[in-house]
């Protein structure tokens, strides 16, 4: 997909949706809905629908052309369309907060994603919507594999999908692959949440521009936006709800509300439910406490039960999906009110995160300037109550009720776990930052000057911390994702298969359709080491310390190119390669017993010296288990050069591939005796992967190397530090030359075995039929 299509086609194609269905609603209250809002109820009435859609398998796969039909509905029966007065300015502060979000990607060229090997969440969503829009909840269909394991512990047991399906949906009408458009829909989603702000602040910032100015600051607290960074989907979703739903709640307060003035507010609970389970409604219930009680103050006991029966008995029809497939709580793998359990954050945030300043290229740490920090927040601190005193004194119910969330934030909060915590705090930034902006706003009256640097001061503090936020992202190797792209089209139905990378994106996604499984990832079956144990997460063990039982269960095994991974054992043939991966397969029914296998080498160099006398006893096992017509097998491994010191000794002059093992997050140069040989921009990798720096000719003899980083520039995510280890050099092969990139096989009788003695092998088979 490219990046045109992943940023310009499917936003608006998303966006025609949300129109469609946001006139449907508007029609469905008696066009009283403000025209900024008719995206955002669109999207919210979106989630709605994919919730029953997507509850059964017979119907998931109608998600996408049941909404193209409503949306048609939609702009067809709310002719002549109504929007309100038109608010580009609004439309400019959207599209701005989009750009924002998106700029780490849009900028990089690639349409790839962030929080790569940082998180693995979005492995997971990309799974539960590829699901979902296929066959819902049902996984009667789905063979063993991580994508199973994966599907079980979440979506088996009712993980709410609501927060998915408006970009499953859309993709679907699109096409190519979510994972494409996964960081286009965060960014959607902001934009969506930088609306709903606008409409809050109608009644409370008289001046379109400065409306539109907070609106745009507002919606990209720095937390929420590192939140993004990371995939956290579910914390800009209820964000965007909770503004959503704050905005439309002052329409129960108007003298003869009917129940269907309070339709887009249901639409707002029932998407909530969708998007994070009936629990969700935790960030509603101050909200909603405060609203019944202004509604019986204001028109008595009658009327406020009148309103309030019809809104709940709506949204628990709205919610029936959600109830039925997964009750109160979804799954979690992390405990939800453990006050040690800290996840990937590593410690517990600092509650003032919660302000939306904090200038640090990672969230998890504290910034650098931190005097300028903590006089920012004291500013921010100091203006969010001076906002919140402003609005109770001009009675500005719609900003109020939203505050009302910081009450859930600080529940949540109270009672959760550090990890909970943090999501909490990213979910109620833009709140706190909308209460701070106002207050900023407030001071324009009384002292214009001191206003207008209290809103540079908090603006400029928001921007700054993005800013770094841009220059600390890590963003997903769009090269190797796009071949395990391919790798998963090529060889469908082609499984079970196995990677020896921890790499959840190949395992839990591209390579579903092959049934694939990571050896370090969730898995149903046991992928036995040598020793007897199994890889942790995030390992990567070579295929020689699989156990040959173990191995021999995958047909087909992607590994990723290095120069000291081992070949695969006799049966395996080189079927594809490509820069960064290659697929071994095995015959689909093996002829004669499985080998006796010898491993050699090591980590550092995958080829050894065989002992004699292991590989006449190797034979010798082969024939007592009962094969007949053995052969002995010996697989050559290119050799590897060690260049980590600085100098690099080779025999023989010839093509030389150069592989730094690491991540890069900057740029990295390789001289050769002064002279440029590669290079590589932010390239990311799990345990034990490699980068390939180019290759070239080189001559007999030492040889001096050099790598060369840049440091922090304007690319995204360069302001991260590498992390390398071992420079290495080995002989080149022809990119199309799938004999020469596998390597040379040696058979011999298994009479003549001696002749595989004193020479390196990478292992030794010993091979015959039954």
């Not at 029953?52 to 002549?80: I, K, M, N, W």
């Not at 601190?381 to 719609?398: F, H, K």
Request: hydrophobic share 50%; charged share 15%.
């Amino acid at each position: 997909m490219s990046l045109f299509a992943a940023w310009v086609v499917f936003p608006l194609v998303l966006a025609l949706l949300c129109v469609g269905l946001g006139l449907l609603i508007d029609l469905a209250c008696g066009r009283r809905l403000p025209g900024v809002l008719v995206l955002p109820v669109g999207l919210a009435a979106i989630v709605v629908v994919g919730g029953f859609t997507t509850a059964a398998d017979a119907t998931a796969e109608l998600t996408a052309p049941l909404l193209l039909v409503l949306t048609v509905l939609g702009f067809g029966l709310s002719l002549p369309w109504r929007f309100g007065r038109p608010d580009p300015l609004a439309a400019a502060a959207a599209v701005g907060v989009f750009l924002v979000y998106g700029a780490p990607i849009i900028l990089s060229g690639d349409p790839t994603f962030a929080g790569f090997i940082k998180l693995d969440d979005t492995a997971t969503w990309l799974a539960l919507a590829d699901q979902a829009m296929a066959h819902g909840h049902d996984l009667s269909s789905v063979d063993p594999s991580t994508y199973r394991a994966t599907l079980d512990f979440n979506l088996a047991d009712g993980y709410p999908v609501g927060a998915f399906i408006p970009w499953g949906a859309s993709q679907d009408l699109v096409g190519g692959d979510l994972a494409w458009t996964f960081q286009p829909y965060l960014a959607y989603l902001a934009a969506m949440l930088s609306l709903c702000i606008c409409s809050l602040l109608e009644g409370v910032l008289g001046d379109r521009r400065l409306r539109a100015f907070v609106a745009f600051v507002a919606a990209q607290p720095a937390l929420l936006v590192g939140y993004s960074l990371w995939g956290g989907v579910k914390e800009v979703a209820i964000a965007f709800l909770i503004a959503l739903a704050a905005a439309l709640a002052p329409a129960a307060l108007r003298d003869g509300t009917r129940w269907r003035d309070l339709v887009p507010l249901m639409v707002a609970g029932g998407a909530l439910v969708g998007v994070a389970s009936v629990a969700g409604l935790v960030w509603l219930g101050p909200m909603l406490a405060v609203l019944a009680a202004l509604v019986w103050s204001r028109f008595g006991l009658g009327v406020a039960v009148r309103r309030a029966v019809p809104f709940v008995a709506g949204v628990a029809v709205l919610a029936i999906p959600v109830i039925a497939t997964g009750g109160l709580l979804p799954p979690t793998s992390t405990p939800l009110t453990n006050q040690a359990d800290a996840a990937n954050l590593g410690d517990a945030l600092n509650p003032f995160q919660v302000l939306g300043l904090w200038p640090a290229g990672d969230f998890r740490v504290a910034p650098d300037a931190s005097v300028l920090t903590a006089v920012l927040i004291a500013l921010g601190v100091l203006s969010a109550l001076v906002g919140l005193w402003a609005l109770w004194r001009r009675r500005q119910s719609a900003p109020l009720l939203y505050a009302a969330a910081l009450v859930s934030c600080a529940a949540i909060a109270f009672a959760g776990s550090p990890w909970v915590d943090g999501k909490a705090l990213a979910t109620a930034a833009p709140v706190v930052l909308t209460l701070a902006l106002i207050g900023a706003a407030a001071f324009l009256r009384a002292d214009r000057p001191t206003g207008v640097a209290l809103l540079a001061l908090l603006a400029g503090g928001v921007l700054w911390s993005n800013a770094l936020a841009y220059g600390g992202v890590s963003l997903a190797p769009y090269g190797q994702l796009s071949e395990l792209e391919e790798i998963g089209e090529r060889f469908a139905g082609e499984g079970p298969a196995l990677m020896t990378e921890y790499n959840p994106y190949g395992a839990r996604h591209f390579l579903r359709e092959l049934d694939a499984e990571g050896a370090s990832e969730l898995r149903m079956r046991t992928v036995a080491l040598t020793d007897g144990s199994t890889a942790e997460k995030g390992e990567a063990p070579d295929v020689d310390e699989i156990s040959r039982d173990a191995l021999f269960e995958y047909r087909t095994l992607v590994l990723r190119r290095s120069p000291v991974r081992s070949r695969p054992p006799s049966p395996y043939r080189l079927v594809w390669a490509g820069d960064d991966y290659e697929v071994w397969q095995r015959p689909i029914l093996p002829t004669g017993l499985p080998p006796e296998h010898l491993a050699l080498g090591g980590p550092d160099d995958p080829a050894a010296v065989p002992n004699c006398s292991e590989v006449g006893g190797l034979g010798l096992l082969a024939l007592n288990n009962g094969a007949a017509g053995v052969r002995m097998l010996g697989a050559r491994h290119a050799p590897v050069f060690d260049a980590t010191s600085g100098t690099l000794r080779i025999p023989r002059a010839g093509t030389y591939e150069a592989w730094l093992e690491g991540s890069v997050p900057d740029k990295v140069e390789l001289l050769v005796d002064g002279g440029e040989f590669g290079e590589a921009r932010h390239v990311l990798n799990n345990e034990g992967g490699f980068i390939s720096l180019d290759e070239g000719d080189l001559e007999a003899g030492a040889h001096e190397v050099e790598l060369r980083y840049d440091g922090a520039d304007l690319h995204p995510g360069s302001g991260g530090e590498p992390e390398t280890f071992r420079l290495l050099f080995a002989p080149a092969a022809e990119d199309d030359d799938l004999a020469a990139i596998a390597g040379e096989v040696v058979s011999v009788p298994v009479d003549d075995a001696q002749l595989l003695c004193g020479e390196p092998w990478d292992w030794i088979d010993a091979v015959g039929t039954g």
